[in-house]
Every structure is written in C-alpha cells, then in structure tokens.
Nanobody, 120 residues
Framework: QVQLVESGGGLVQPGGSLRLSCTAS????????MAWYRQAPGKDRELVAT????????YVVDSVKGRFTISRDNAKNTVSLQMNSLKAEDTAVYYC?????????????WGQGTQVTVSS
C-alpha cells in the first residue's frame, strides 16, 4: 500500500500563487507515474497534470497550461504542483495520485485531497 498526503492548499486571491505538495510513504515505487487531479463542486474529477518517474511532464490540461507546473523529487518521495496566476475557476479539491501508464495514465493510489479556493 502507498499513502499519499497533500499539503499547501488554502485561500488565495485571483492572480495569486500556491504550491501544493504531496508526500508518499509505504510501498514506494519510484517507477510509477504521479499526477494531480481536481474536483470542483458539482463537476467530475479532472486530470490536471501527470509526470513520469524520470521527471518528464507528460500531460497538462489546456486550462492550466502556462500557469501550473508539476514536478517531483524521487529522493524525497514528493510531487508538487506550482500554481500561478490563479483564477476563480481553479477553485477545487486537489488530489495527488500515484499511477501507471498503460497507453494512457491509470490512477491507482489517491490522497485525501486539499482544498484550493480562489476568491477576492
């Protein structure tokens, strides 16, 4: 089993920045890919970005391109999401995920989520 714990969420004004972090523990497999998802009220969970074990960013959803950056530190078992120029529509619960690539990203382990609220 793998446990994922997110941190860094909170309330921020439009145009501001936040950095989310996720620490993995348990049966860590650094060969696995990592990802961030988000779920806004009344909407389906959405894949935001994915990153391979070698640090290659494989996917970023169009709505956050140029504003969000995913990164990972395998030595510390962490994955981060730097979010800049935040907009009200970025408000959501953000979830860390560890998964694998089988032609596309397949989520396996989930964190509990961290709330991000963008509001003035």
């Amino acid at each position: 089993q793998v446990q994922l714990v997110e941190s860094g969420g909170g309330l921020v004004q439009p145009g501001g920045s936040l950095r989310l972090s996720c620490t993995a523990s348990g049966s860590i497999r650094t060969l696995n890919a990592m990802a961030w998802y988000r779920q806004a009220p009344g909407k389906d969970r959405e894949l935001v970005a994915t990153i391979s074990n070698d640090g290659t960013t494989n996917y970023v959803v169009d709505s956050v391109k140029g504003r969000f950056t995913i990164s990972r530190d395998n030595a510390k078992n962490t994955v981060s999401l730097q979010m800049n120029s935040l907009k009200a529509e970025d408000t959501a619960v953000y979830y860390c995920n560890q998964g694998i690539y089988i032609s596309s990203y397949v989520p396996v382990y989930w964190g509990q989520g961290t709330q991000v609220t963008v509001s003035s």
